[in-house]
Nanobody
Framework: VQLQASGGGLVQAGGSLRLSCAAS????????MGWFRQAPGKEREFVAA????????SYADSVKGRFTISRDNAKNTVYLQMNSLKPEDTAVYYC???????????????WGQGTQVTVSS
């Protein structure tokens, strides 16, 4: 399984970005997917997760109401729509495949390479 994240960039505070994560393989629709982020000098943290079918989601409190995770199983792609971005959202964002069908904050086995998101004030 290979995961390729894209869509990062530089945006002003209050702006929006949409991240995409394309997955290889034929098992994409069997597993939950998640987004994580790591800011400089900080540990990687959970951002959002979505169940294998897309019907259930989970979010970190810090992004709830601003970020939306979705997936298109026909395209083997998971998305993270980020609105009302804040400088504290600046980080490298990673997509990952869960070992479970349900959205969780841990228990991921495959990781993408990351995409940089920078929010200027």
């Amino acid at each position: 399984v290979q995961l390729q994240a894209s869509g990062g960039g530089l945006v002003q505070a209050g702006g929006s970005l949409r991240l995409s994560c394309a997955a290889s393989g034929r098992t994409f629709s069997s597993y939950a997917m998640g987004w994580f982020r790591q800011a400089p000098g900080k540990e990687r943290e959970f951002v959002a997760a979505i169940s294998y079918g897309g019907g259930s989601t989970s979010y970190a409190d810090s992004v709830k109401g601003r970020f939306t995770i979705s997936r298109d199983n026909a395209k083997n792609t998971v998305y993270l729509q980020m609105n009302s971005l804040k400088p504290e959202d600046t980080a490298v964002y990673y997509c990952a495949r869960s070992r479970s069908r349900l959205p969780q904050r841990t228990n991921y086995d495959y990781w993408g390479q990351g995409t940089q998101v920078t929010v200027s004030s």
